[in-house]
């Protein structure tokens, strides 16, 4: 067993990825064969997973040389890749701690990965050293509720749908109110 610090992420970066499952849900499954997973393991997932289409951008930048060059699809453990590459480029310490054969080929080419960080940052124009990894167009979005708790002794359901539109900028969703399910 390995004492890397990084091996559990990878473990449940891959999970999610095959998987096809959030995260708390593959992190915090009741089988009784999977290994504790400990938070400084699951936050260092949550934050890959979260910069994973920035990380993504970076190892597709021209036509996947990079990718190819760290070696990402013969890389057994593609979650232990992502978790090396967030910390290296995105990390607290921006290097990574331990060793072994992945790190190597990813320290091989730390400057071009870290070149390639920028470019990719000024075309998405993200504030990456930030951690905002967010579209855009989804940063500055209203979020309309996905559930609110309604007095029906003092106003109506469509009184309140009416009001949250008007107050978020006129939200179109498909739904006009005639399917709120009111307890």
Same mark, same amino acid.
């Given at each position: 067993? #390995?004492? #890397?610090?990084?091996?559990?992420? *990878?473990?449940?970066?891959?999970?999610?990825?095959?998987?096809?499952? *959030?995260?708390?849900?593959?992190? !915090? #499954?009741?089988?009784?064969?999977?290994?504790?997973?400990?938070?400084?393991?699951?936050?260092?997932?949550?934050?890959?997973?979260?910069?994973?289409?920035?990380?993504?951008? %970076?190892?597709?930048?021209?036509?996947?040389?990079?990718?190819?060059?760290?070696? !990402? @699809?013969?890389?057994?453990?593609?979650?232990?890749?992502? =978790?090396?590459? !967030?910390?290296?480029? !995105?990390?607290?310490?921006?290097?990574?701690?331990?060793? *072994?054969? =992945?790190?190597?080929?990813?320290?091989?080419?730390?400057?071009?990965?870290?070149? %390639?960080?920028? =470019?990719?940052?000024?075309?998405?124009?993200?504030?990456?050293? @930030?951690?905002? =990894?967010?579209? *855009?167009?989804?940063?500055?979005?209203?979020?309309?509720?996905?559930?609110?708790?309604?007095?029906?002794?003092?106003?109506?359901?469509?009184?309140?749908? @009416?009001?949250?539109?008007? @107050?978020?900028?006129?939200?179109?969703?498909?739904?006009?109110?005639?399917?709120?399910?009111?307890?």
């Amino acid at each position: 067993m #390995s004492t #890397s610090p990084y091996h559990t992420a *990878g473990k449940l970066v891959d999970r999610v990825l095959t998987e096809r499952k *959030g995260l708390k849900t593959v992190a !915090f #499954s009741g089988k009784k064969n999977q290994q504790c997973t400990n938070k400084a393991s699951y936050a260092q997932a949550c934050e890959t997973l979260r910069h994973k289409a920035l990380l993504d951008a %970076i190892l597709n930048h021209d036509n996947g040389r990079l990718g190819k060059a760290v070696q !990402f @699809d013969d890389t057994r453990s593609k979650g232990l890749l992502y =978790v090396l590459l !967030f910390e290296l480029l !995105f990390g607290k310490y921006k290097n990574i701690r331990g060793g *072994g054969k =992945v790190k190597r080929n990813i320290i091989k080419h730390e400057k071009e990965l870290r070149r %390639i960080k920028d =470019v990719v940052c000024a075309e998405r124009a993200a504030a990456c050293e @930030d951690g905002d =990894v967010t579209p *855009g167009g989804l940063r500055d979005a209203p979020v309309f509720p996905r559930y609110v708790r309604i007095n029906t002794l003092k106003t109506t359901a469509r009184e309140v749908v @009416d009001t949250l539109r008007a @107050d978020l900028g006129g939200h179109d969703d498909d739904d006009d109110g005639d399917e709120l399910k009111i307890y």
